[in-house]
T-cell receptor, first 110, second 111 residues
């Protein structure tokens, strides 16, 4: 099956700092999504981004499908950004099957 | 409001018991999924269904069973064959090419 690796595994930031999270995948994909899991376990979709660049407020994401990676940018981080960030992909030709990466645990401190 | 509802939020199972976790969606999504998450870990796919009356095993299907009799519903049964069922279970739905939405999860504990 497709392999999805995220880095870094853990990240601690001071409030106001910027960060970049990375997602590498081992095969061609036709679906890539970024999720944020809050401390209560709820997963919220941040971006649907199989290719190109999107921005939503302080967050933006870029996927370079030909090079099999995606980046999530968080600017001016806030304590509410804390949680786990997951990348999930659907392999091209793999049906509606989303495979999740290992996640990046982010903690934003005052 | 459209969304995915999982119930119960917390569930306790005795050794040797089967338990069923409920997942209902009113988003008119074709595909539904069940994931398992262990503490500090990522999500692992248990089962998924792309259409009614059809489902496929994911990466960790042993000890679990599902049904998809209605488009809106995708219940998961954790059987006594699952030797380590204590985990956080998440249900999701999507339509091809669209965003996946998750329920709030069920925390299952063996007592």
């Amino acid at each position: 099956g497709i392999q999805v690796e995220q880095s870094p595994p853990d990240l601690i930031l001071q409030e106001g700092a910027n960060s970049t999270l990375r997602c590498n995948f081992s095969d061609s994909v036709n679906n890539l999504q970024w999720f944020h899991q809050n401390p209560w376990g709820q997963l919220i979709n941040l971006f649907y981004i199989p290719s190109g660049t999107k921005q939503n407020g302080r967050l933006s994401a870029t996927t370079v499908a030909t090079e099999r990676y995606s980046l999530l940018y968080i600017s001016s981080s806030q304590t509410t950004d804390s949680g786990v960030y997951f990348c999930a992909v659907e392999r091209r030709g793999g049906g509606n099957k989303l495979t999740f990466g290992t996640g990046t645990q982010l903690k934003v401190e005052l | 409001d459209g969304g995915i509802t999982q119930s119960p939020k917390y569930l306790f199972r005795k050794e040797g018991q089967n338990v069923t976790l409920s997942c209902e969606q009113n988003l008119n999504h074709d595909a539904m999924y069940w994931y398992r998450q262990d503490p500090g870990q990522g999500l692992r796919l248990i089962y998924y269904s792309q259409i009614v009356n059809d489902f496929q095993k994911g990466d960790i299907a042993e000890g679990y069973s599902v049904s998809r009799e209605k488009k809106e519903s995708f219940p998961l049964t954790v059987t006594s064959a699952q030797k380590n069922p204590t985990a956080f279970y998440l249900c999701a739905s999507s339509t091809r090419g669209q965003v996946a939405f998750f329920g709030q999860g069920t925390r299952l504990t063996v007592v």
